[in-house]
């Protein structure tokens, strides 16, 4: 089939890959233009997927808006049968979304219609979820309200972090949609309206309620610090600097909640606790507790704000 990909970061590499190693012609691949980093700005750099379509041999297009008849035009020029979309960080206009024979397929890692949004995967972690997975839905207008095609289960272990789920996502995924785009290619893909019932939605993880709350119950504290590991991170301070925790198990123990309770970093909640088993302070690089310890000292009967 001749597609359009459309996507930005690196969950949507596997995909893109996918379906160029299934014999599929990508006639193009939709990206975020560069965006400048380095110390000063200055540089610009591509995308995760700006970068392998490049290295793949497929023509890559920047476009700051979709939503001009120009843009509409040169998206029709593509003659797509299908348009597979993962991560790709604009709204489609329904000019777009009209335009492949056989509409845009939407790549959703989560289990519909739980966590529709941008943050579906630290949302399923942070609210203690046991299982997520990814979803091949139909897009239309709607934020993630379109049929579903097809679903993979994932089980989400009980000290599993965002960047681990993201990752095994990212493989489940890419496989589901070469099952869901050979499906399609011969007349086999059903798609089934979203119940209504069930409906949440995963709000962007905004910098505000990142601080950990050890006030909460330890359940809540831990899923908080793995749903936002590696990234943006959940943190506390301590003499003055940030330290953020990018692991942590729940364990037996009371005290104060933000108390420390024994040589091992383990620190009260309202109710449990928790071990903090990687950390990271700001300006260095992640370590084990034990070699955080060495060098900080927080003893116990400490008690973090």
């Known amino acids: 089939?001749?597609?359009?990909?459309?996507?930005?970061?690196?969950?949507?590499?596997?995909?893109?890959?996918?379906?160029?190693?299934?014999?599929?012609?990508?006639v193009a691949a939709y990206t975020r233009a560069p965006a400048a980093s380095g110390r000063r700005g200055l540089e610009l750099v591509p995308s995760p997927v700006?970068?392998?379509?490049?290295?793949l041999g497929v023509p890559v297009l920047t476009p700051s808006t979709l939503r001009t008849e120009e843009a509409a035009e040169t998206f029709a020029a593509?003659?797509?049968?299908?348009?597979?979309?993962?991560?790709?960080?604009?709204?489609?206009?329904?000019?777009?979304?009209?335009?492949p024979k056989l509409g845009c397929l939407n790549l959703h890692a989560s289990l519909l219609p739980r966590w529709r949004g941008a943050a579906p995967i630290q949302r399923a972690i942070m609210a203690g979820d046991a299982e997520s997975g990814v979803a091949v839905m139909k897009m239309e207008a709607g934020l993630d309200t379109g049929p579903v095609g097809l679903v993979e289960r994932v089980a989400i272990g009980a000290d599993m972090t965002a960047g681990e789920l993201h990752d095994r996502l990212m493989i489940v995924g890419a496989d589901l949609m070469g099952r869901a785009l050979a499906a399609l290619e011969r007349g086999a893909l059903n798609f089934t309206p979203q119940p209504e019932?069930?409906?949440?939605?995963?709000?962007?993880?905004?910098?505000?309620?990142?601080?950990?709350d050890w006030s909460k119950p330890a359940k809540q504290v831990h899923d908080h610090i793995r749903g936002l590991s590696p990234f943006p991170g959940a943190w506390f301070e301590f003499d003055g600097v940030r330290v953020k925790v990018l692991r942590s198990t729940l364990v037996a123990g009371a005290g104060r909640p933000g108390e420390v309770i024994d040589d091992q970093l383990t620190i009260a909640c309202a109710d449990g606790a928790v071990r903090l088993t990687e950390v990271q302070k700001a300006g260095s690089k992640a370590m084990g507790a034990a070699d955080f310890l060495r060098g900080n000292e927080l003893t116990r009967g400490t008690v973090l704000a």
């Open 1 to 26: 089939m001749r597609i359009v990909f459309m996507g930005t970061p690196d969950f949507a590499v596997s995909t893109l890959a996918e379906i160029v190693g299934s014999g599929h012609e990508v």
């Open 78 to 99: 593509h003659e797509a049968d299908v348009a597979v979309v993962v991560a790709y960080g604009r709204i489609l206009p329904q000019m777009i979304l009209d335009a």
């Open 197 to 212: 019932a069930g409906v949440t939605y995963a709000a962007k993880i905004d910098k505000g309620e990142t601080r950990i």
């Open 50 to 55: 700006h970068r392998a379509a490049e290295k």
